[in-house]
């Protein structure tokens, strides 16, 4: 199985609303990164969050990290329609290689 | 300006054709990876490159070449295309050893094999 499994693959919202996707993950990291794919291009970091933080904020986002329970959470809040985009989270285990295992993401729809 | 750059933005061909998707960065990265991404959107690491040098390699057929003349280019050459490659391809990059690992990600090459 894969690292880095989100939840839910698909969510619907109205503008203004709190969106929140959560992902897991398989082993130990180093940190935990999350990513935003425009349909058609290609993926944005959004922000990226260490092992040893529980919490994490970047204006309208908010990400936390559960190392106990390998799990993160991404919340945008306030949404607006351009926030419409796949999110994915990438784990790093660390090492020398930089590896980020992604999960499948979460599409986001945002409708005005 | 342009950071992570790639060449074609789509790429048709037969099945059995050798074909190249070429990438740049202009960003002073040491680090370079390819990902291929496939029709459910799932992102795997195929190589990565770290000044020129294999630091990355997963499991690829080895019809897929990786070549890296310099630390801003990574490009990646495909033999024998099959059906299965259709998917898009992406390049990224990152700087290493700085206490982050961003990676920017160019806008992608969607190969189609026909």
């Known amino acids: 199985s894969q690292q880095g499994e989100e939840d839910p693959q698909a969510l619907s919202i109205q503008e203004g609303e709190n969106a929140t996707m959560n992902c897991s993950y398989k082993?130990?990291?180093?940190?935990l990164q999350w990513y935003r794919q425009n349909s058609g291009r290609g993926l944005v970091h959004l922000i990226l969050?260490?092992?040893?933080?529980r919490e994490k904020h970047s204006g309208r986002l908010r990400v936390t990290l559960d190392t106990s329970k390998k799990s993160s959470s991404l919340l945008i809040t306030a949404s607006r329609a351009a926030d419409t985009a796949s999110y994915f989270c990438?784990?790093?285990?660390?090492?020398?290689?930089?590896?980020?295992?992604f999960g499948k993401g979460t599409l986001l729809t945002v409708n005005p | 300006d342009t950071a992570v750059s790639q060449t074609p933005k789509y790429l048709v061909t037969q099945m059995g054709n050798d074909k190249s998707i070429k990438c740049e960065q202009n960003?002073?990265?040491?680090?370079m990876y390819w990902y291929k991404q496939d029709s459910k959107k799932f992102l795997k690491i195929m190589f990565s490159?770290?000044?020129?040098?294999?630091?990355i390699n997963e499991t690829v057929p080895n019809r897929f070449s990786p070549k890296s003349p310099d630390k801003a280019h990574l490009n990646l050459h495909i033999n024998s295309l099959e059906l299965g490659d259709s998917a898009v391809y992406f390049c990224?990059?990152?700087?290493?050893?700085?206490?982050?690992?961003?990676?920017?990600f160019g806008p992608g090459t969607r190969l189609t094999v026909l």
């Open positions: 990224a990059s990152s700087q290493l050893g700085q206490g982050t690992d961003t990676q920017y």
């Open positions: 082993t130990s990291i180093n940190n």
């Open positions: 969050i260490r092992s040893n933080e």
């Open positions: 990438a784990s790093n285990s660390g090492g020398s290689n930089y590896k980020l295992t």
């Open positions: 960003l002073g990265h040491d680090t």
């Open positions: 490159y770290n000044n020129k040098e294999l630091i």
